[in-house]
């Protein structure tokens, strides 16, 4: 059973219209992670929660925010996509500090 | 500075034959902790192995192993007898006693029957 789930698996968006991709977990992490990922690139981390607490790393756009209403979900908005936001975007979840990184399948975002 | 290479960008292999995939981290710190994912087509990062900085040993999991080396920060990565369903891409990361993981830029493997 998927432990980490990632909805939609494909998202289409038009340049400058808002966003959302969703994340859940099941299995009661700390952590979460969305990192995005272009094609032969290795993943790169956006942000993280740990718990409520909100990470943002330094090279982040503001395009990019983030939600966590509950320990379960955690959501990615992109406020105003560019082309070049077009990108696989995954979700991970870990227990704690050290500990191995759980990811979800990935939204494969484009943008037209 | 904290940093994962992984020299190879891309090996190609013929079934059965053994391959080995690199990486080479970079960190001050004393306590850290390295992985292998295994990425295939699907696109989902499959979690293979994590070592932590005081464990030195090498590890063995049926066609898989793992050679730590601190003395020569290198953590690779061999896959014996290969098989086609080996084809992915492989990072190899780093984590330091924070909550963020360091991706390599990744080796793509194919393996051809």
């Known amino acids: 059973d998927a432990m980490v789930i990632q909805n939609p698996r494909y998202q289409v968006t038009q340049f400058g219209k808002p966003v959302t991709l969703s994340c859940s977990q099941t299995?009661?992490?700390?952590?979460m992670y969305w990192y995005q990922q272009k094609s032969s690139q290795a993943p790169k981390l956006l942000f993280h929660?740990?718990?409520?607490?909100?990470?943002n790393e330094a090279d982040t756009p503001d395009n990019f925010q983030s939600r966590r209403p509950n320990t379960s979900f955690c959501f990615l908005d992109i406020r105003s996509p560019g082309l070049g936001d077009a990108a696989m975007y995954l979700c991970?979840?870990?227990?704690?500090?050290?500990?191995?990184?759980?990811f979800g399948s990935g939204t494969q975002l484009s943008v037209l | 500075a904290q940093k994962v290479t992984q020299a190879q960008t891309e090996i190609s292999v013929v079934e059965k034959e053994d391959v080995t995939l690199d990486c080479v981290y970079e960190?001050?710190?004393?306590?850290?902790?390295l992985f292998w994912y295994k990425q295939p087509p699907s696109g989902e990062l499959v979690f293979l192995i994590r070592?932590?900085?005081?464990?030195?040993q090498n590890e063995i999991s049926g066609r898989y192993s793992w050679n730590f080396q601190k003395s020569t920060s290198s953590f690779n990565f061999t896959i014996t007898a290969s098989q086609v369903v080996d084809s992915a891409v492989y990072f190899c990361?780093?984590?330091?006693?924070?909550?963020?993981?360091?991706f390599g830029t990744g080796t793509r493997l194919q393996v051809f029957p």
């Open positions: 070592r932590n900085s005081f464990d030195e």
């Open positions: 960190t001050r710190d004393t306590t850290y902790y």
């Open positions: 991970a979840t870990s227990a704690r500090t050290g500990d191995k990184l759980f």
């Open positions: 299995l009661n992490h700390n952590v």
């Open positions: 990361a780093l984590r330091l006693n924070t909550d963020k993981l360091i």
């Open positions: 929660y740990y718990d409520k607490d909100f990470n």
